[in-house]
């Protein structure tokens, strides 16, 4: 059995793109209307994808790729197969990846990379699975939207006051800690749980595997984070840019300072090479090689993500991949037999 890696690695009658948690939901992808042509991406199209198909995709994993995988699987009900039923759940990455090495899903979305103790139980349940980009996301820092002082932050303002420590014993780290000017108020940290991989990404590559401050609000969904930071003045959090560009009207975005000037995050700023690079990172779709063996509707499907993933990335809160890399993905998914 083997795990391929890339980069940095990438209903029947009617539809439904089931909402479904393992261990709670988080923030429903409401995405909008379509915004590009289905086909827009690639004139290459397999037999089967050709084909009226039907049977069902069961696919999980991370909350922040769920609109984005949500839009696409609406998109493919209606527009391709709409004999095929395509459920979209989000148990949070880890979680969904868990439920793929034991084999109960064709695809598993995450916000970080495989971990090698996942390729492990692939490899010990006999699954091969190919790991695929599918987008860009910025990790984002989030306040109140009448937070007026905490604007823009450096890199290292950002590491320092989300690390355990740093400012106090027991945590309660006050806005004045950071910069003298600001309030003598106590800061309320929040962000994602560990079932997630913005958790994951936030402490290993943000803060560099120093533990979080002990006071943080971790929460299994993304709409309960919304909500608790548009409610607290002193409230900074972070996750995935597209939960920010849903929730604008709620929300404030930190500009990131990374040595040359604050940095607002965008879909102009996220990109590897970008000016938000630092804190952008690629998400993925990880393929079970068997399940697109055995079943052409999720070979379908697969190819159809890579397709049309830059069509639908936008309106979700995501940035482009270059169509180069979508398209040699797509080649490698049609090359499955």
């Not at 790991?131 to 890199?155: C, M, Q, R, S």
């Not at 943000?206 to 533990?211: L, R, S, T, V």
């Not at 630092?278 to 079943?295: D, G, H, M, W």
């Not at 379908?300 to 890399?325: C, H, K, R, S």
Request: hydrophobic share 35%; net charge negative; proline share 3%.
């Amino acid at each position: 059995m083997t795990v391929k890696k890339f980069g940095l690695s990438v209903l029947a009658a009617g539809f439904m793109v089931v909402a479904a948690a393992c261990g709670g939901g988080e923030e429903e992808g409401n995405t909008g209307d379509a915004a590009a042509d289905s086909n827009g991406s690639s004139d290459e199209t397999t037999e089967e994808a050709n084909e009226d198909l039907s049977g069902s995709v069961a696919i999980d994993g991370s909350g922040t790729v769920y609109p984005l995988m949500a839009r696409i699987a609406e998109e493919f009900m209606v527009n391709e197969q709409q004999g095929v039923s395509v459920e979209v759940s989000r148990a949070g990455t880890s979680a969904g990846m868990q439920r793929f090495v034991n084999g109960e899903t064709d695809l598993s979305n995450a916000s970080r990379e495989i971990r090698d103790t996942e390729i492990e139980e692939l490899e010990a349940n006999g699954i091969e699975s190919q790991e695929f980009k599918v987008a860009l996301d910025g990790l984002t820092i989030v306040t109140h939207p009448e937070n007026d002082w905490a604007i823009d932050l450096t890199e290292e303002e950002v590491k320092e006051m989300f690390v355990t420590g740093n400012f106090a014993d027991d945590d309660v780290v006050m806005w004045s800690d950071i910069r003298d000017e600001w309030p003598d108020e106590e800061i309320n940290f929040y962000g994602p749980n560990e079932n997630h991989g913005t958790n994951e990404f936030f402490v290993q590559e943000i803060i560099e595997e120093q533990d979080l401050v002990d006071t943080i609000n971790l929460q299994q969904e993304y709409s309960t984070l919304v909500n608790l930071i548009s409610e607290d003045e002193n409230g900074i959090g972070f996750f995935g840019f597209g939960y920010y560009a849903n929730n604008t009207d709620k929300l404030n975005a930190v500009s990131i300072d990374f040595g040359d000037g604050p940095v607002e995050p965008s879909l102009d700023t996220i990109a590897e090479d970008g000016d938000y690079a630092p804190f952008t990172r690629p998400v993925f779709t990880n393929l079970s090689i068997n399940s697109a063996q055995e079943k052409p509707e999720v070979k379908a499907f697969a190819e159809y993500i890579m397709q049309v993933a830059n069509d639908f990335a936008g309106e979700t809160g995501f940035a482009p991949l270059p169509e180069e890399e979508l398209q040699e993905q797509l080649e490698q998914i049609q090359a499955i037999d």
